[in-house]
Antibody
Framework: EVQLLESGGGLVQRGGSLRLSCAASGFTFTSDAMSWVRQAPGKGLEWVSTVSGSAGDTYYIDSVKGRFTVSRDNSKNTLYLQMNSLRAEDTAVYYC????????????WGQGTTVTVSS | EIVLTQSPGTLSLSPGERATLSCRASQSVSSSYLAWCQQKPGQAPRLLIYGASSRATGIPDRFSGSGSGTDFTLTISRLEPEDFAVYYCQQSGNSPFTFGPGTRVDIK
């Protein structure tokens, strides 16, 4: 069964840090680009970051550049998002999602992990 | 940044009716990079349509996508009870990838 399982969310103070993880199973993890997409409470979806299958290329939305770092460990089939200098507007459910490549649609999604930044 | 606008914001329909959802882009999007996903309350999104008109694995044929350039459409031919949800269009051809604000399809 194809599965993505996020963890690491929680309540953190403004300016704090958090690391999210996403464990993949049931598909060839190294073949897929992996992304983080977030959804603020009651709002729509926002793409945050993508890392290529080889981890050689990373991409970010402007609002998180310099604060968030996406990475992956292909030996563990795991995706990460290191989030520093967190702001109230980073409060959201964070989903990991897989795609066949950077410009491909997200064909598999995790169930999400909630990040709450208190001010 | 490509801005996607979806209309209507909410669509109130009865089971068995046809739903037509629109997605308009602020600039031309290659059909290869236009997708639609469905999200039910408390659940993750699910890919329905990719490449503007190709159904994802396991998606019933009552779902169809069409369009090109700046105008795209998702059609649900006959609504089933499980289809009442929020639908998002998404473009992945230009970074940053963007989603539309969503169309909620609810039961009339």
């Amino acid at each position: 069964e194809v599965q993505l399982l996020e963890s690491g969310g929680g309540l953190v103070q403004r300016g704090g840090s958090l690391r999210l993880s996403c464990a993949a199973s049931g598909f060839t993890f190294t073949s897929d680009a992996m992304s983080w997409v977030r959804q603020a409470p009651g709002k729509g979806l926002e793409w945050v970051s993508t890392v290529s299958g080889s981890a050689g290329d990373t991409y970010y939305i402007d609002s998180v550049k310099g604060r968030f770092t996406v990475s992956r460990d292909n030996s563990k089939n795991t995706l990460y998002l290191q989030m520093n200098s967190l702001r109230a507007e980073d409060t959201a459910v964070y989903y990991c999602a897989g795609s066949a490549g950077h410009y491909y649609p997200f064909w598999v999604w995790g169930q999400g992990t909630t990040v709450t930044v208190s001010s | 940044e490509i801005v996607l606008t979806q209309s209507p914001g909410t669509l109130s329909l009865s089971p068995g009716e046809r739903a037509t959802l629109s997605c308009r882009a602020s600039q031309s999007v290659s059909s290869s990079y236009l997708a639609w996903c469905q999200q039910k309350p408390g659940q993750a999104p699910r890919l329905l349509i990719y490449g503007a008109s190709s159904r994802a694995t396991g998606i019933p044929d009552r779902f169809s996508g069409s369009g090109s350039g700046t105008d795209f459409t998702l059609t649900i031919s006959r609504l089933e009870p499980e289809d009442f949800a929020v639908y998002y269009c998404q473009q992945s051809g230009n970074s940053p990838f963007t989603f539309g604000p969503g169309t909620r399809v609810d039961i009339k």
